[in-house]
Structure formats: C-alpha cells, structure tokens
C-alpha cells in the first residue's frame, strides 16, 4: 500500500510539476466554462427585423406594435414599400420582414382572412425556426385578443403547453450541465492520454516495469491523477453551474457523484489505452484528439441523438459521454436519484471495466 | 529575398511533407472525417418524435385529432391508457412530451368552447422542446381548419401567418452546417499543420542549422507558407466538392468568391500557426495552444451553429477578433445566397487585415537568435 502511495505520489508530481501543466489544467477550462455558457444559447434575442405596413387602419399597426414591444424583438426599419427589403435581409441587417397589407384592417373587421406576410433570412435554419415559433405565438396571441374584442369565432380548442424540467424553456439549463460533461472529459482524456506515452518517450517507461510493481499497480498510479483531478474539476464547474449560473440541481448528489465516477472510470480507461497505443507524444495528442471531437459531436451535448441516422444512434452506444449526459441533466433538471439512473450506469461501469482492461494488456504487450 | 534560395526551402518543405503521413492526413483526411462525422451526426431537425397521447373518452371528436398528429412527420404517436402511464413514460425518457385530450373535449368543442387541449413538454432540450412546441400548434391549425371547413364557419385566426423562407425554404439544418464546418476543417488545418512545423524545427535542432545558413527570416517563413497553402488549398477543394456532391448543399454564389475568401482565411490561419509555433517552440505546447485558441472557438464563437447576435454583448466583442466568425458569415451567405457584396466585402477585408497582422507578427517576432 505505501509503494502505490508513493507510486501515486509521483505521477502528481510528474503531472503538476511545470507551471504551463497546471495552468493548462485549470485556466482553460474555466474560461471555456464561462465564455461557453454565455455563447451557446439557442434561444434568440434582438431578433432584428423590418416592417414593411401599407395598411392604413389600426390593427395594422397594433400588430406591428406586438413585435416592436416583444422582448426578443428589435425593430431596425420600417419601408414604405418591399422595394430595399431584400437587401436588408440579404446583408443580414434585418432576419426577417413583416410585411402588412392593404387590406389588412378591412378584411379583419369584415370577417375576412388577413394574412400577414413573414420573409425571413433561413441561411442559418434554427435560427429561422426558432424565430418563426416566437413570431407564430404573437400572432395566436393577437387573434385570440382580436376574437375577444371583436367577436367572431373562437377556436374549438386551444393548446395549454407545459414545459416539464425546465419550465422557461432555458437553452443555458440545457447546456451548462453539457458543459460540466464535457470540460471533464477534455481533461481527463488529455490527462491519461498523455501519461504512459510521455514515460515511453523519455525512456523511464522501461524503468518503472523492472521495479517490483505489478503491472496493474503501475496502471492505478497513472489512473488515480486523471480521477482525482477530473472529480475535483467536475466538482468545481457543477459548483459554478448552480451558484453562478443558477442551475437548479434537484435530484441526489449520490447519484451525480456515482455517475461521474463511472463516468471517469471508463474515460481514463479510454485514455490510457490511447496512450499505450502512441508511440510518441505528438501521436497520443493526435490520439485524443481524433476520439475526443466525435466523442463529443455524439453525445448529445448540442444536438439530439434522436435525430442522428438509425446506425449512427448505434454507435453512440459505446460513447461514455452519451451515458453521462443523461445523468447530468437526470439529476440537474430531472431530479433523479440512484435508481432512476441504473440503465445509464451498467453501460459505463461495462465500458471501464473493458477499457481499463484493454489498456493494461497494451500497455504491456508494447514494452515487449 | 533570392528566388533561389526560397524555392529551395520550399523544395524542402514539400519532401517532408509528403514524406511524412501525418501532414497529408491532417489535410485530406481530417476534412474527410469530420465532414462525415457532422453531415451525417449532427442535425438540428427533430423528426418522428416520440409523443404520447391520451384521450380519457376516444370519440369521433378526438379521432380527427390524433389522426392529425399521425399524419405529420414530426410525430411518432405512441398512445397511452391515462395521465399516470404518461407521466411514467416521461420519466423514463421514453416520450419527449404528451398531448392530454381530457374526458370533457368532444362536449366542449361542440357546445360552450374552447376545450383545453393539455401539452405536456421535457424542456431539458430547450431548443427541441420549442421545435416540438411549434409543430404541435401547426398540426392544431390543421386540425381546426379542417372542423371548420367540414362545419363550414367562420375562420378561428383571423390573422393567419404566410411564412416565406428564403436560401433555404425546407430549413434543413445540414445545408447551413455543413458550409460553416469548413471553417472549423480549415481553422483546424491551417492552425494545427503550422503550429507544428516551426517548433518541430527547433524541437529537433535544425532551425539552428536554418539559421547558420544565409537564408533571411522571412525567407524561411515564406518557405514554411507556400506549401502548407498549397496543402491547405487541397483540403479546402475536397470539402467543396463533398459538400456540393455528397450532402448536396447548393452553391449559389460563384466559385472565384469562395476560393478569394479560403485564400484569404488559409492565410489568417496559417498565420496564427505559425505565431503559436514561434512562441511555443515546444511540437506538444504548441499543439495544446493550437486546439484551444483555434479548434474550440472556432467551433462555438463563430456563429457556426449558435447565433452570435443572441449572445451577450461581451461575447460578441470577443467573436469580432476571430477569424472564423468572418469566414461562416462569408460561407453561409456564398452557399446558399450568393455574390451578396454588403456581407462579403466588410468580411474579407476583416481577413485581410488579420492575415497581414499575423504574418507581420510573426515576421517581427522571428530573430535569427537562439535564446
């Protein structure tokens, strides 16, 4: 037990001895945290759009008043007419263009259908999307209003929509805990995957298999540094998520605190078998870094695995970051606990276990 | 500057580059991958969600409902025996959300109204929980114009929304992804190939070697330029052509425009890598700086996938003094606008400044000194 302390002892040392090491480990990930969370929104804001309104009457201009007045609406222009329009659309100027027409008051007030024309910008297609759905709220908004003050027919039924977890439907609450996620795993990975290879190259890998350590021994000595300093990371992100950027965290901290762990587990275990692998430092960087971005791309942490094709869903099966954003966003917005999150353990702890395997058959069978 | 001597270094910059593998993978086939890997992984469009729906007393009134639902190819329509069952199913992730049609809706919808129709979302995934939202209140309209041709009365929305979509009127989230990943593949080759190549010199001991000979400075970063330009020109017609072939993306915008602006951008990157190399002089320093400064931002700041004009005016200064964010905007527009000089001239000459403030840089901060 004392030589594996000592054994631990020394790969710490060897990790934090230089200050760009520990600066990298620490500096980075913050600022990512903080400029991350800020940035990756889906949610709009300032939406900047143009008016083009010929119609003389008044609702008209109460509809135009309902979008100058929306909060994630600006308005930057109004044109007597669509001529100059497309040019603002076309050099983003304007998203999008609400165009009333002249008839708009007349055919209301005569019970007539009065559309009510939307140009908008689609080049970045979510962004259209979203901006659509806010713009198709105000409106229903706006006949509901129309139908109560001026009679007409009512809808037969209206949609109440509740949203479960997270009920202002926030971007950030969904991103921010992606983030504690992936933070770690860029750590952790770059961490272990650097460790047995930077003893190969500078040749004192050799060295450490003629003392009396076991092979699995020397193994634990380079996994304990990645576990504890991805835990103590994870723990300092998920503490900035709640404090600073106001995530709820509602189900169990046993049950985050497991499913990191795991989590960890399977990640070092997928860096260590990268670095037994490499060669040379510059391969193992190469190494993590072509797992680390697909790793990422298909987690889940910006885009829905539900919408990969059926074969690529497949895949993400054997990606540990797949598991963790379930738990993440489990126990942050879900407020799950242990028992509501086994199916996404049993994969993780299969993943480590097989992981950690492999790595210390390579790790090995290279020094051969 | 003597041609001579420059074609030399430049002769010798390109064996090793086609000696080495790892250069040509990082230009051909780092495009390749991560065009697949986004193209095919990465999509924004939600289709065949799963949803519950539970109608406390099925009739004639709440068929014509979930037959709507049915019919659109948003919905995956799972049907659920009551509200316990459903709130279960939510739980366990099975449904992304369930529609409640409670026992008095055919009584309401035909005598007092308007009967709630109870919706009931997962917000974890704000972005698809508003998607789902939108597609569910489309299929109400369809539903209550359909009752109201059938009954022949008035129209429920007086003002009813026409909605024209322009560059890209299905919203396919690939068409406005894939144009924006060349930036980050570019970002990503420029940067990551340079960055290694000055400080592998001084890691191995030959930049001294470069030195003692007459070759200038400028030379020897020209030499290093000129290939790698070459290479990352290559990488940049492969995606082109994947894009325009493989995920059918449109280019509307002409060719010359697309090659001036990678030009221009190659030139910012390569610049900044050859910066981060001369500073670091260390291959694993320089890589780890390159992947942070370059591949990240790139891919989060520069409004590839996340709208920059919805993020806080903080983080919007910051996106001015990336370079990708001026090449998506350039990307974007040329595929799938086209020749739109308002976006694109401000944006090249944005690149255009930065490539004459890196190489400057970098040509300032190189000496034929050793320390």
């Keep these: 037990m004392a030589r594996l302390l000592a054994l631990i002892r020394k790969e710490f040392l060897a990790l934090l001895r230089d200050k760009a090491s520990r600066m990298v480990l620490v500096g980075p990930p913050l600022i990512q945290l903080l400029v991350f969370s800020y940035a990756a929104t889906f949610d709009l804001a300032n939406i900047p759009f143009v008016v083009i309104n010929e119609d003389p009457g008044f609702a008209g201009r109460q509809v135009v008043a309902r979008f100058a007045g929306a909060p994630a609406f600006r308005l930057v222009a109004s044109l007597p007419s669509t001529e100059g329009m497309a040019a603002l659309i076309d050099a983003r100027t304007a998203l999008l263009a609400i165009h009333v027409d002249r008839d708009f008051t007349r055919n209301l007030l005569t019970h007539r259908p009065a559309p009510l024309q939307i140009v908008i910008d689609g080049r970045n297609s979510n962004t259209a999307a979203v901006a659509l759905s806010y713009a198709s709220n105000i409106v229903l908004d706006y006949d509901a209003e129309w139908a109560a003050m001026h009679g007409g027919t009512r809808a037969a039924a209206t949609l109440d929509v509740r949203a479960w977890y997270n009920p202002n439907l926030l971007s950030r609450w969904f991103v921010v805990p992606g983030i504690v996620g992936l933070l770690t795993f860029v750590v952790t990975i770059l961490v272990s995957g650097l460790s047995v290879v930077r003893e190969r190259e500078s040749g004192t890998f050799d060295q450490l298999l003629v003392t009396p350590y076991r092979p699995w021994e020397i193994l634990l000595g380079k996994a304990v540094p990645g576990l504890v300093i991805g835990a103590g990371e994870a723990t300092l992100i998920a503490v900035v998520a709640v404090f600073w950027f106001g995530v709820p965290l509602l189900g169990s901290l046993l049950a985050l605190a497991l499913g990191l762990l795991l989590f960890l587990v399977s990640a070092i275990g997928i860096g260590l078998m990268i670095s037994s692998l490499a060669a040379t430092q510059q391969q193992g960087l190469l190494g993590a870094f072509l797992f680390l971005v697909p790793a990422i791309i298909l987690s889940g942490f910006a885009t829905p695995i539900a919408n990969m094709p059926e074969a690529v869903q497949y895949v993400t099966y054997l990606n540990p970051m797949r598991y963790l954003m379930v738990i993440l966003r489990g126990t942050f917005l879900e407020g799950d606990g242990v028992a509501d999150l086994l199916g996404q353990y049993w994969p993780l702890a299969l993943l480590g276990a097989a992981s950690m395997t492999a790595a210390a058959r390579l790790a090995r069978r290279r020094s051969e | ?371």
């Design chain 2, 1 to 371: 500057m003597n041609v001579g001597r420059l074609r030399g270094l430049i002769w010798k910059e390109s064996v090793q580059i086609l000696r080495d593998p790892s250069a040509l993978a990082i230009a051909f086939v780092l495009p390749l991958f991560l065009l697949l890997l986004f193209g095919y992984g990465v999509s924004l469009n939600a289709e065949h969600v799963p949803v519950g729906v539970i109608a406390d007393h099925p009739n004639p009134q709440t068929e014509p409902f979930i037959a709507t639902l049915r019919h659109s190819r948003y919905f995956d329509v799972h049907a659920l025996p009551s509200l316990p069952a459903a709130r279960a199913a939510m739980a366990r992730r099975e449904i992304s959300g369930f529609v409640w049609l409670p026992g008095d809706f055919a009584r309401q919808t035909l005598a007092t109204g308007p009967a709630a129709i109870g919706v009931a979302l997962n917000g974890v995934d704000a972005n698809t929980a508003r998607l789902v939202e939108g597609y569910l209140t489309q299929s109400w309209q369809i539903w209550l114009a359909q009752m109201q041709q059938e009954q022949a009365s008035a129209a429920a929305f007086p003002v009813g929304l026409q909605t024209r979509i322009w560059f890209n009127p299905a919203l396919r989230s690939r068409d406005y992804l894939v144009p924006g990943l060349i930036a980050v593949i570019m970002t990503l080759i420029g940067a990551l190939l340079t960055a290694l190549v000055v400080a592998r010199e001084w890691e191995r001991g030959t930049m001294e070697a470069l030195m003692a000979s007459p070759v200038t400075m400028a030379e020897i970063l020209l030499g290093k330029l000129l290939p790698y330009f070459v290479l990352g020109m290559g990488g940049m017609v492969l995606s082109v052509v994947l894009a325009v072939t493989l995920f059918a993306v449109p280019l509307q915008g002409s060719l010359w425009v697309l090659t001036g602006a990678s030009a221009l951008f190659l030139l910012v990157a390569l610049g900044m890598g050859l910066l981060i190399s001369s500073l670091a002089r260390n291959q694993f320093v320089a890589g780890q700086i390159a992947i942070v400064v370059t591949f990240l931002p790139a891919f989060i700041l520069s409004g590839f996938i996340f709208d920059i004009r919805s993020m806080p005016a903080p983080i919007q200064f910051i996106t001015h003094i990336l370079p990708a964010r001026y090449f998506v905007s350039i990307l974007q527009t040329v595929f799938l606008a086209g020749n739109v000089w308002p976006v694109i001239l401000p944006d090249a000459a944005a690149l255009a400044g930065m490539a004459a403030f890196f190489l400057g840089i970098t040509l300032w901060r190189s000496h034929k000194r050793l320390d």
